[in-house]
């Protein structure tokens, strides 16, 4: 029997929950885990329909090979407060939705059938962390991750801490300390054995040793020709942990990297090397499903940040997320500061014990990520509380020595308790508020911000956002202006070495409660759409990217005549990594312009823009007589690497339909898949809201509407595979467009 065995299929669901539905089992929806226990619609929405409690019921048949063996559940994440029994006994009680937990079954199971019961609470419990005050953004409600069954021997590995030590230095050492459980108390006498494993899976060393004890520290030492995780080759290697005694053994796989993360008053170093930190903050919800996507969807949404953004570092706002995106930005090279959950709000005496627990689930959970560099150890913009955040502050440096502490404040003049100053700077908005006389600025000098003489570690953690929210279909005037305000953040972050690095608001829109967003249960504040759709401001992070990996040419403009005030397109930004841009004009005449590097220095790709001076002689007048297509070409030194044209006559010609996934397997088993409208020369049709309808068939299911509408010309939705292989055809229509299909693959 496998240690670990995958527990999400036919669980019966049913709302509301009564204590003697723990010794009965309940009729009602089959489901399969990840699940929300509510599926909201895009927008206008009443959030209080998942404050409620929901039942989860399985049955567990107990085979007599089990009978002698240690069992239970792991529970990724469920939300909120969520109870688990067995044959009507309470087993286990976890208040935190964001970490895992496991559920010891053993002393409960009887031979044959075992009717396993999840009480799930999404009520908004002020005792528990994130909640108490308001929250900007939705805790949905459901066991939205997986759930595996445990099986082991009376003693097990516990837990697997990994230190690496040395790291710049030729030999390097790796410090492993190893935990077991031992429910039953039995005494000990075995052996460790761990194997450290070269990336291609070859053994660089062994070491055996005896057990001693709940923790045994085992070293391996002097050790050669061991490539750094880096973000260009994030190279990992792997530590296979056995345990053996006289009546059981045990063993388990981790995997890990050699790197060195450092923030001082001067920046950022990783491996000794200065690095800028350029990235945005990721909330883990998507449409309809809310928390409940699996490891396709997580992992897509660190390659799009790393791939399609170019950042480099994701704050986990506000809380610990899924381990498939954090396995995946270690495989990737994409940092990651991770926090504790909450908004604003600090509780009292029993709140702040849970909050001080969920610092030890998060670091205790991923510790032995080398793509994690920064623990955050404060409540998202609450005040001060020195006395609360000195324990949040002890018992991270107690757990993981070898990565500093950050704390995300909001308010100036704050108590640096932590070794990182993280800052939420809205500074370049409030130049804008009726009672401010304060000049456009992007970003607070670092020493009014602190009230400190001297500079101290310093990371911008959130800018723009609510500042400036932008919805998709806006007026082009203003996606300049969402994009510029980037721009100008951007250039100011790079341009102060006392900055290690800034992180904006946000990835993407999301849901949020009733009292923020645009009053329609979203906030606007993403670089992307809900669908994780690029708007303008997007591509001010993709251009900053090298171009060797990919080359972005992206005109902020819907070329149309009379969308801005007053009329016309210019001045024009186009945000590009190239060299310089050609605008071809029908006449035959062109116009040569490069990156405007007096405005924006410091950026290592400033956007070019196109001026009215730009343009040649013989279509200075051109405006308001005629209106014309246009080519736009991206060099790099004289070579062409990229082209778009625009038509001044654009027709609906086309739905596009691009999925992530051309194939889903049993572990990759989702998919989101993009519908665009296009124009003849293939550019998305920002204005149209036409409705879809969705046909598919074959072995998958469809998350969400089947008829939904396009926002700012595109929309998505997310197929999941229902267990059986074959071909899922998926058929798109509408009134305005020819009917669109694709073919993905369930193997």
Known sequence: ???????????????????????????????????????????????????????????????????????????????????????????????DGYTPFEARLTDHLTSGDNLITVSIDGTENPDLPPFGGQIDYLTYAGIYRE????????????????????????????????????????????????????????????????????????????????????????????????????????????????RTAEFSPDGFRLNGEKLKLIGLNRHQSFPYSGYAQGRASQEK????????????????????????????????????????????????????????????????????????????????????????????????????????????????NSSLLEDVYTFNDFVLGEFELPFSNRPRLPLRDQNEVTGLAKNVPYLVTEYNGHMFPTKVFDQEQRQAEHVTRHLDILNAAYGDDSIAGCIGWCMFDYNTHNDFGSGDRVCHHGVMTMFREPKFAAFAYASQGDPDRRVVLEPVTFWARGERNIGGTLPLIILSNCDQVRLNFPSGAHADVFPDKNTYPHLPHPPIIVRHEHLPESELGS?????????????????????????????????????????????????????????????????????????????????????????????????????????????????????????????
């Open 1 to 95: 029997m496998s240690r670990i065995q995958d527990f999400c299929a036919a669980w019966t669901f049913v709302e509301g929950f009564e204590e003697e539905w723990a010794r009965a089992r309940q009729s009602g929806e089959t489901v399969e885990l990840p699940h929300t226990a509510v599926e909201l619609p895009f927008d206008y929405f009443d959030e209080r329909c998942y404050q409620r409690q929901f039942t989860y019921q399985k049955n567990l048949v107990c085979p007599p090979d089990m009978e002698d063996k240690e069992v239970s559940l792991v529970f990724d994440g469920a939300m909120a407060d969520a109870k688990v029994f067995v044959n009507g006994a309470l087993v286990a009680n976890h208040p």
């Open 147 to 258: 759930v595996w069954l445990k099986v082991t021997d009376s003693v097990s590995i516990a837990n697997i801490r990994i230190e690496t030590q040395h790291v710049l230095q030729q030999e390097k050492t790796v410090v492993v300390e190893c935990d077991i459980a031992n429910p039953k108390n039995l005494a000990l006498e075995g052996r460790w054995r761990v194997d450290l494993l070269a990336p291609d899976g070859s053994i660089v060393k062994t070491q055996e040793t005896d057990l001693a004890g709940p923790r045994t520290r085992i070293e391996f030492q002097q050790l050669e020709d061991i490539a750094l995780w880096t973000l260009e080759e994030p190279t990992l290697y792997r530590l296979k942990v056995a345990l053996h005694t006289a009546s059981c053994k045990d063993e388990v796989t981790n995997t890990f990297g050699f």
């Open 301 to 412: 949404d660190a390659e799009i940040l790393k791939e399609e953004l170019a950042c480099n570092i994701v704050r986990t706002s506000h809380y610990p997320q899924s381990s498939w995106f954090l396995d995946h930005c270690d495989r990737i090279g994409l940092l990651v500061l991770e926090e504790i959950p909450g908004w604003q709000h600090i509780g009292g005496a029993k709140w702040q014990d849970e909050a001080v627990e969920n610092v030890r689930r998060m670091i205790e959970r991923d510790w032995n990520h080398p793509s994690i560099i920064l623990w955050g150890v404060r409540i998202n913009e609450s005040p001060d509380d020195d006395a609360f955040y000195r324990r949040t502050n002890a018992l991270a440096r107690d757990l993981d020595p070898t990565r500093q502490t950050g704390g995300v404040r909001k308010h100036t």
């Open 623 to 747: 405006w308001g007589t005629k209106w014309y297509d246009i080519e736009i070409i991206g060099y790099l030194g004289s070579r062409e690497v990229a082209r778009r044209n625009y038509v001044s006559n654009p027709v609906a010609d086309r739905l596009q339909l691009s999925p992530d996934r051309s194939e889903l397997t049993a572990a990759q088993n989702e998919t989101r898949v993009v519908i665009r409208a296009l124009d003849q020369v293939g550019n998305l049709l920002p204005f149209i809201d036409a409705p879809i309808n969705i046909q598919l068939s074959g072995p998958a299911t469809l998350i969400g509407p089947t008829c939904p509408s396009l926002r700012g010309g595109a929309t998505a939705f997310w197929i999941k595979r229902t267990g059986n292989t074959g071909a899922i055809s998926v058929r798109v229509s509408s009134t305005r467009f020819e009917d669109s299909e694709i073919q993905i693959v369930a193997s």
